[in-house]
């Protein structure tokens, strides 16, 4: 501190002095902090003053900042940091005195419910921090962080950024912890334990509460979280022990207290007591009672209104439901006004508790509807249909503004219920009116729900090269994907228990880091926009779609408990009659045990399933769809699974020999592909266990002496034995036009962390798993050929259908795949991968080369013993269809001018020769 010369300058000094200790005591208390706040307000309202050194002036801004958010005042308190980062940078004074202004106004900006000012504060703290020596208070900006993604329900993130926080504050704590310390450590594994408790990771959040209790501070705050993890649980028994424990009798007023109450009832069928509970609430306003946080009241009053609303939706009370998940809806998004029950709010910002701000429009939504029913009220059904999409909207938003597959993967497990009344809701609407509107809103609905993650990815891939982002973070981003695929294998291959938690550490370190280089990309306004102004799925699109490919899409949705099936040809949109899901489950299942069991021997049987997995699933749409060649297959669900090219028609005959099929996992993702086989780059073959494979170990893995047959037409660079390894696959694949990948693959139905494709033993590091494929970019891929067995299979989610090896490829840019369901014969296989690429030679596309790969297997005389569907339905191709059946190759037009050329030469000859000449 410099010397202040005058007696004048003394008293400041003196002043500053006593305001510090009373900010930094011990055991602070009100009257403390009065003292301190007074004092300091004295000194910046001396301002300008040239006895006071200018960081006094700036610290004194930034502690009376941090007392009035401490006193629940977070206006006033961004005022006063505000005024003191100005001040700082006025006075050119170092960045790094602007950390914790930064942190206390992200923090200030939170409460007030303004997440995009208050994420804005917290990156400038975190940058601050890098040149900054002292790096107090490191721990409270990553649980900071951990609160913002927290509310906007990036659960996964958030466990990230608390679980640092809380490595940080034990690195930093003595073995014997202050008090403060221990109460900051409490608060930070409550944190994450109630972030692991809505991923419905219930023991992992149950160990960290437990942890938490061990440090018997403030039990009280532990057990009512412990009462939401119980109401999570759905274990209103135990939750309610909790509930009791937490508050005293004299507290039972508390709107938190209520509020679970009201869920424990709700839980035990008890709507009356929870009506009863809220008997008040019509009158309650939405001011905060007394030393409340403002933001953290409105939440609680958003969710207390949810809750009267679901109550009533369970007494049938509609109009009242309605009516309370509207006033829901005024507290969770304070910028929402609206008291008019037909007005929506508008998506566009974060609040807090984003995820419920979602489920009371979807509640809104169904209670219009059943409103509409009852009222036959026209006004109602528009109010659901509008309700709905706001619903959406706010997804869409949500997912945008995430910055993980796994939490985009996570949301969308939790709306798919929502996306299932909605279309329910429109096509019950559409049997009333016959209006093919509804019956549009219906298959839109149902395609947008599917396959959110992979196409935001696809979005962000695109988006990226144009918004002006700078290589060199490009680059960042690449070597930081490349780290966290390196840790992650160091972690799932490590067997000392020892090593756990030091590989763990690695791993969320390098999320965080990811985290926080996504976030900078949204600083970058193009970027950030262009993602929010991605094109939807839209009806016209893909109208013109099947009209200019002459084809016809078959999309199919499951919503309670039934099947649907939407049909999109040039004939128009129309829907086949709901089938039953546990019927066509029961179907599919034991078509599926009996193909594989088969091994390719038994048909009677089969060919029975097939038949009613035709009749369950196609014939009432047959008719509408015969005359179409192409077909597109968008599956749901359990139907991912199904090879529909060996359902058997109403002619006994396979749906392969009239139809080529197409399969995606989304409507959204399709597009009409005029020429899919480019010039561009060189294609390449990869066959690391071939018959005269050099290598010398192979490992568990048998060798598929067919294999390098597999490429005899493929043309371009072959890799075969030793030199078909992961190193030459990873340095050359980014380049390829077209990949085949003809060897071993293994997957997992509920691990995909072990899935990985097998390349040449030669080099240690021979396995290439799932994760990795997230990391390439191949975007100039036409196609990607996966000969390999299962490819096509792994876990199936409600909402982004099958996580498989295959998808990783379509998330790595490349829009086509030919991909295997079931283990692959390898001989079968050799000669539909020689046909299919003798056919895309001839100037077919990839779904056509297949089918007629398929046909010729099933006609040749010398592979009848491969006609059985075991050998030629687990292949099948995912992309997009192409403009027209079959176009000129370079080869085949030379050949077609040269017959043309030398037919016209030879009929010019012949009439010179046989026709009399003409005399003058």
Known sequence: MPFLANGQGELWLKKYQTARNYFNAENPTAVSDSIAKALFTEIVESEPNPLIPDTIFADAYEKLGILYLIQNQPGQSILLLQSG????????LPDTLLFASYLYLGESFFLQNQVDSSLHFLDLAEKSLMGKQDQTDTGRLYNSLGVIYYESGNFSQAVNYFSKAKSILLNKSAPEQPAENQYALMSLLSNEAAAWTNLKEFDKASALFAEALNLDVETPEIEKKLTSLYVKKEEPDTALIYLQRAWNDSDTDNRLYQNLLAEIFLLKGQP?????LFDSLQEATSAAPTGEEPTTYNFRGGKSYQLLGKAWLEKGEYKKALDSFHKSLLYFDESFTQADTFQNPTPGNVNWGMTDLFETLVLKAKSARLLAKETNDVRFYDLTFETFQVAFDLVFYMNNLYDNQEARLFLGEAIRAGYESAVLAALERYEQTNQPAHLIQGFLWAEESKASALELAKNEARIKEKAGIPEELLQEEKALKFQLTRANRRLMENYAPEKAEELETAVRDNKLALSRLYASYNGFDTYFIKKLEAER???????TLVNSGNLAILSYFMAEEDVFCFTLSPGGLKLAPPQKENVVRETIQALQANLLESGGKNRNKLEKQASAAYDQLIAAAYPHLKKYRSWVVLPDQLLVHLPFEMLIDADGKFLVENHALTYQYSGKLLQLDSNPVRSTGQAMGFAPFTADSNSED???????????LEMEALGGKVFTGNSATKTAFLNHSEDASLIHLATHAVTAQDATANAYIVFSPSEPDHLLRDEELYQLALTNTSLVFLS??????????KSEGLISLSRGFSYAGCSNVVSSIWKANDKATSYLSRDFYRWIAKGYGYDVALQRAKIGLMEDPEMAQYRHPYFWANLVFIGNPTSKSTFFSSRSLFWFLFIALT?????FFWTKKGKPKLSL
């Open 85 to 92: 980062v100005r001040f700082t940078k006025e006075k050119a």
């Open 272 to 276: 009356d007591r929870v009506t009863g």
């Open 537 to 543: 799925i839209e009806f016209s699109s893909l109208q």
């Open 698 to 708: 192979t490992g568990s893995f048998n060798l598929l002496p067919y294999s390098e």
């Open 788 to 797: 390999a067995c299962e490819t096509h299979t792994g876990k199936v989610m």
């Open 903 to 907: 037919s016209i030469a030879g009929w």
